[in-house]
């Protein structure tokens, strides 16, 4: 079988790390692939490394329009793809069909489905549009899946397949040296960490808040934080930063392209989402590194953290209110104030990791939906 990839990413975020892992672990006797994206994608690097072939878009792919659209089904009728799958791509989605190949789509995304959203007529709207553009919904989260749910999309064209990813390789003293060098970071540091994009859906506020309120309460061992990523909030942290005076304790890593000695230098993994999250691959990546792991209930969080309805304590971490900086703060100095529980945590985590979030267990199941997918439609 092969399957066309289509991606709208120009930069490497969550959906591009997640495909690039996917075709690292695809079965390649099974499943053939080949990836369209914007020419500029810093993504293309990645996947061409993969030795997987790229075709480079010259018209935006993510909305629908008669130039992105020509462009596609072209690319389709060329490759002789026998499946389409989408991120974020409604021309892709559009071009599938044109051509009458079965398209899926996955949504990384959950947001709440209030207001005029819960109308008949758009839901019937969101219904018929996905009848018409998607064979099959892949949901990287349950709560991704009742967002699709909400919208009117059938249950049966719905699979949820949570995002797996490969494990955080081991590093060398002489790599943990050079990152603590970078950052200025000594060996005795406690460094707390949250890997995202700098947009306000993140919750990096929630996280600096919490950041002085820790600080105020332990002086010892000395704890730093650290905030992996960029983003448009780069400027507006700082000043947040200088405006707490907890400058001297908070580094920022701008894009880390090998993430492992990150990983390897964190105590814990902080995820403060306010949106749109579903199963964030920077918890199972750090679970994959033995993190211990404090997330925010939103979305898929709290599946994530393997919580019941309603637990704020896992056997893998911690989850805390949405934008709640004390409970936050509450959470992150009981794992520095108690070894024994950081160890515990540590040992669920990477056990977390490997019985749920592997690449291997993500590709498998894929693959199983393209082929019964490919299966149904013919």
Known sequence: ??????????????????????????????????????????????????????????????????????????????????????????????????????????????????????????????????????????????AAADNLRALGIPADRITCIINGSDPVRQVEEWELDRARARYGLSDTDFVVGICARLTPCKGHGTFLRAARKVLLRVKSPTVKFLIVGTGELMEELLEECDRLGIADAVRFTGFVEDMAPIYRLLRINVNCSCGTETSCLAISEGMSASLPSIASNYGGNPAMLGAVRGESVTRVGFLFPVGDADALADDICRIILHPELEMRLRHAALERYQTHYTAAQMSEHLAAVYESVYRNRR
């Open 1 to 142: 079988m092969k399957v066309l990839h289509v991606i709208s990413d120009e930069n490497i975020g969550g959906a591009g790390v997640l495909l690039t892992t996917l075709l690292r672990n695809l079965d390649r006797a099974r499943v053939e692939s080949v990836v369209a994206l914007p020419k500029n994608s810093l993504l293309r690097g990645r996947i061409e490394a993969l030795r997987i072939p790229v075709r480079p878009l010259t018209h935006p792919c993510s909305r629908l329009s008669p130039s992105s659209m020509r462009e596609l089904v072209q690319v389709v009728r060329e490759e002789s793809v026998d499946l389409v799958h989408t991120n974020a791509s409604l021309a892709g989605r559009a071009a599938g069909r044109l051509c009458g190949v079965p398209v899926i789509h996955t949504r990384h995304c959950c947001y709440p489905v209030t207001g005029a959203l819960r109308l008949p007529i758009l839901s019937l709207m969101g219904r018929t549009c996905n009848r018409l553009l998607s064979d099959h919904s892949i949901a990287t989260a349950e």
